[in-house]
């Protein structure tokens, strides 16, 4: 079974130049992750895993925005409620989603401005910016760079909630779920 792996620090944007057992963890199907604070109460999380298939085949699973109910399993919905007709790189999302912590169960709901950035030859970018919801501030980015003979993506997001939650409850919450929640994205989008 693939494992998770904490590194000191990861280039958000992209990897270059990044060390060989690096580079062998993540083909291997290796989740590197890197959790910081990110004001009182929010958390901050970079992660990136391997893919093995073509980068336009991976954007076109992650820009299908309905099916990253399939991604997450803490979301419940999920969907464009508007799109910039002219290029379709400007979306807006509305998601809902629940978790259960101990006695209680919260649900967040979110609308986010997408903006989605394709360059062809290189890589290609998502970012989601937080319009209102439940959360102080949210931002997110993914990143998907050819790497080997498939794709590496990059996920940084970092947020506050809107309830007071100290940080390391956050971060401790993010280290535990988003790797299961990234090895279940690439289960779906790999059809394994």
Same mark, same amino acid.
């Given at each position: ?93 509305? %998601?809902?989603?629940?978790?259960? =912590?101990?006695? $209680? &169960? @919260? ?9 989605? *950035? ?10 989601? %910016?937080?319009?209102?919801?439940? =959360?102080?501030? $949210? &931002? @997110? ?9 498939? *794709? ?41």
């Amino acid at each position: 079974m693939t494992g998770v792996m904490t590194i000191a620090a990861v280039d958000s944007a992209f990897i270059t130049g990044v060390n060989m057992n690096h580079q062998e963890s993540l083909l291997r199907g290796e989740i590197f992750l890197q959790t910081r604070s990110h004001s009182a109460w929010g958390g901050a999380v970079t992660a990136q895993m391997y893919l093995p298939m073509g980068r336009s085949h991976v954007w076109q699973q992650l820009t299908d925005y309905p099916r990253w109910v399939q991604y997450f399993p803490d979301l419940t919905r999920s969907e464009i409620i508007s799109a910039d007709g002219h290029s379709r790189a400007y979306k807006r999302l509305y %998601q809902v989603a629940s978790k259960a =912590f101990f006695l $209680f &169960t @919260a649900q967040v709901e979110i609308y986010l401005k997408v903006v989605e *950035t394709a360059h062809q030859t290189a890589w290609q970018q998502i970012q989601f %910016q937080l319009e209102r919801g439940s =959360f102080r501030d $949210f &931002t @997110a980015t993914l990143n998907l760079q050819d790497f080997n003979t498939g *794709t590496l993506l990059t996920y940084s997001v970092q947020a506050t909630p809107s309830i007071p939650v100290p940080t390391q409850l956050i971060q401790e919450a993010i280290r535990l779920d988003l790797p299961s929640n990234m090895r279940r994205m690439r289960q779906v989008i790999c059809g394994r």
